[in-house]
């Protein structure tokens, strides 16, 4: 499954969007396919708001798990930083 979507919120927390033009923001939300594939989900009683209540409070608790346990476990080693970011050469 792919879904191409929008960034609604800038790089970061003081961004306010100015770069964009006017009705940009309103008109990427419109077409969020997070809320249009729930709605077709819903449309065609593929699922009820019970089920899909289910799967985001499954989710949320799913990212929540993996949030503890990354503020619960050691800094990574600096040399981190950098593996798997660069092409190795073939030689």
């Known amino acids: 499954l792919e879904a191409m979507t929008f960034r609604f919120h800038g790089h970061q927390m003081s961004d306010r969007n100015e770069y964009m033009k006017p009705g940009e923001l309103d008109a990427a939300r419109a077409a969020d396919p997070v809320p249009r594939f729930r709605a077709w989900l819903l449309d065609r009683d593929i699922a009820d708001e019970a089920v899909l209540a289910g799967i985001e409070n499954e989710e ?32």
């Open 60 to 91: 949320k608790a799913a990212v929540e798990d993996a949030v503890a346990f990354a503020e619960q476990s050691p800094p990574p080693d600096p040399a981190e930083a950098v593996t798997d970011v660069y092409e190795e050469a073939l030689v």
